[in-house]
């Protein structure tokens, strides 16, 4: 079955700093990995995804992650924090048919 | 163009009443899902359309759950009988294909409260 694990439900930065959410991945075959973004209120939004092309993936507004099939991990990181990232991050890997979600890291970002 | 829409984008209702939740997919999309986004649960998935079949409705957390999906677009999802733990915001997504490698597009939501 596939899986995600988000490894830290909360971390907070300062603006400016680097920004590193973590995630872990189950998969008994080459996975198709996402993230998604929600701020207060507003829907989900992609972010990136990987579907075994480049396991460099680069989204929007900065962000951008790695595969690594080694460590089975997909990190989301970010070089220079803008309060504007404040919000909820999701982790998903897709079966066909369904997103599954990891249970969210919520971003602070400090003055 | 026009992303999903769903209605309404909130709703109260008394335990015991059903409600009924739309979803307008992205045109052009077979493929239409919902999930259920609750404190306890995190973000779960309820059932995948394609075209307007249904063939995972896993998801679904009791028979007072159903959906449907007509002329291979919009998409009600029907709760019976409401309890208060189906308090939750409930979303909407749609994509091209199904497949699991394409985005999938979400809706705003409709915040469901069972008083």
């Known amino acids: 079955a596939q899986s995600v694990t988000q490894l830290d439900s909360h971390v907070s930065v300062s603006e400016g700093t680097p920004v590193l959410l973590r995630c872990n991945y189950s998969?008994?075959?080459?996975?198709?990995l996402f993230w998604y973004v929600q701020h207060p209120n507003k829907g989900l939004q992609l972010l990136l995804k990987y579907t075994s092309a480049a396991t460099l993936v680069k989204g929007i507004n900065g962000f951008e992650a790695e595969f690594k099939k080694s460590e089975t991990s997909f990190h989301l990181t970010k070089p220079s924090a803008h309060m504007s990232d404040a919000a909820e991050y999701f982790c998903v890997v897709s079966d066909p048919g369904k997103l599954i979600f990891g249970q969210g890291t919520t971003l602070q970002v400090k003055p | 163009g026009a992303g999903v829409s769903q209605s309404p984008s909130n709703k109260v209702t008394e335990k015991g009443k059903d409600v009924e939740l739309r979803c307008d997919p992205i045109?052009?999309?077979?493929?239409l899902y919902w999930y259920r986004q609750s404190l306890g649960q995190g973000l779960e998935f309820l059932i995948y359309f394609q075209g307007n079949s249904a063939p995972d409705k896993s998801g679904l957390p009791s028979d007072r759950f159903s959906a449907e999906r007509t002329g291979g677009s919009v998409s009600t999802l029907t709760i019976q009988r409401t309890q208060q733990e189906d308090s939750a915001v409930y979303l909407c997504?749609?994509?091209?294909?199904?497949?699991?490698?394409?985005?999938?597009?979400f809706g705003p939501g409709t915040r469901l409260l069972v008083l």
């Open positions: 998969s008994s075959y080459s996975p198709s």
């Open positions: 045109s052009g999309h077979t493929a």
């Open positions: 997504a749609s994509s091209t294909s199904g497949t699991g490698q394409e985005t999938q597009y």
